[in-house]
């Protein structure tokens, strides 16, 4: 069936340093890719999405690509902040139908001055 | 905007007795809303599909006699736990797709709920 798999946490980086978080799925069509993120005591909220092959989303100097021949699609930002802290998740759906969204284990970021 | 609120955002019960929890669209309508579980330290796992005005979807393994889903307006899906037990005890989430039809969809803050 169709999965999500992200790499294992926590991450504990320091403030500035480059952050990748890879996430690889398994998906039978052509998906679109989202990245969610959730703050401490927060809902989940949208950070960037990619709807085919090749897409970069970005949002809030992250950036992901939409890698069709590897099908990954890495979470990336040149430098990170304390405010970054939080769980990454990734996650794919299907236009049309209800588009259900399938979620990766998520990623705890830890960012420390 | 595209904002969703939950309520209540914790709640304590005895094992035995039922809960409601409300997901609310506060400024779109929702023709779809989506329930969720989250076990600490876990992913979010989907337990149903909601779309207002018809019977709920849920996933393989879930229990609709236990957990009921009701989604009586564009704006307004509630979540019943039944005779709730400690195992029930966990994080629910909903989340909402906008009538417009996009494919992104808007979370709730969550409900903690805790059965003694």
Do not use: G, K, R, V
């Given at each position: 069936g169709d999965s999500v798999t992200q790499m294992e946490g926590p991450v504990t980086l320091s403030e500035e340093a480059f952050l990748t978080i890879n996430c690889t799925y398994t998906a039978t069509g052509y998906p679109s890719l989202f990245w969610y993120v959730q703050y401490p005591g927060e809902g989940l909220q949208l950070l960037l999405k990619a709807t085919k092959a090749d897409d970069k989303g970005s949002n809030k100097g992250f950036e992901a690509t939409y890698r069709k021949e590897t099908t990954s699609f890495h979470l990336e930002k040149g430098s990170v902040q304390v405010s970054d802290s939080a769980v990454y998740f990734c996650a794919l759906s299907f236009s049309g139908g209800y588009n259900k969204l399938i979620f990766g284990a998520g990623t705890r970021l830890a960012v420390h001055p | 905007g595209a904002v969703v609120s939950q309520h209540p955002s914790r709640v304590i019960c005895k094992s035995g007795t039922s809960v409601k929890i409300e997901c609310r669209s506060l400024d779109f309508q929702a023709t779809t809303m989506f329930w969720y579980r989250q076990f600490p330290k876990q992913s979010l796992m989907l337990m149903a599909t909601s779309n207002e005005g018809s019977k709920a979807t849920y996933e393989q393994g879930v229990e609709k006699d236990k957990f009921l889903i009701n989604?009586?307006?564009?704006?307004l899906s509630t979540l019943t736990v039944t005779s709730?037990?400690?195992?029930?005890?966990s994080f629910y989430i909903c989340s909402a797709r906008s009538q417009l039809g996009t494919d992104t969809q808007y979370f709730g803050p969550g409900t903690r709920l805790t059965v003694l």
């Open positions: - | 989604h009586a307006s564009l704006t709730a037990h400690p195992e029930d005890s």
